[in-house]
Nanobody, 125 residues
Framework: QVQLVESGGGLVQAGDSLRLSCAAS????????MAWFRQAPGKEREFVAA????????SYADSVKGRFTISRDNAKNTVYLQMNSLKPEDTAEYYC??????????????????WGQGTQVTVSS
């Protein structure tokens, strides 16, 4: 069956960096657009970043543009989220997701077929 397994979360200070990884199995990885979403306590899950199956195009939420970078290694079936200049408001559970939607890099979570279990990122001030 399809599995998406996130790793790399943790507790850091404001201004620090973290790199999240999401290892995929059980699917034709390069066919799927991949994305990262996050959900802070008491808030709805929100789009963070997405990347096309080829890796040639990316999309970011305005709140992370210029600080976060999404990338993928199709040979390793893994997608990454490099997070720099972290802020306390980046504190959330981070999820990776896979989409086979005909819409490129969709931002709506309902267009994603598979989800990971999440990894917690906590940024202290």
């Amino acid at each position: 069956q399809v599995q998406l397994v996130e790793s790399g979360g943790g507790l850091v200070q404001a201004g620090d960096s973290l790199r999240l990884s999401c290892a995929a199995s059980g699917l034709a990885f390069s066919v799927y657009d991949m994305a990262w979403f996050r959900q802070a306590p008491g808030k709805e899950r929100e789009f963070v970043a997405a990347i096309t199956g080829s890796g040639y195009a990316t999309s970011y939420a305005d709140s992370v543009k210029g600080r976060f970078t999404i990338s993928r290694d199709n040979a390793k079936n893994t997608v990454y989220l490099q997070m720099n200049s972290l802020k306390p408001e980046d504190t959330a559970e981070y999820y990776c997701a896979a989409s086979s939607s005909p819409y490129s890099m969709p931002r709506g979570e309902f267009l994603y077929d598979y989800w990971g279990q999440g990894t917690q990122v906590t940024v202290s001030s």
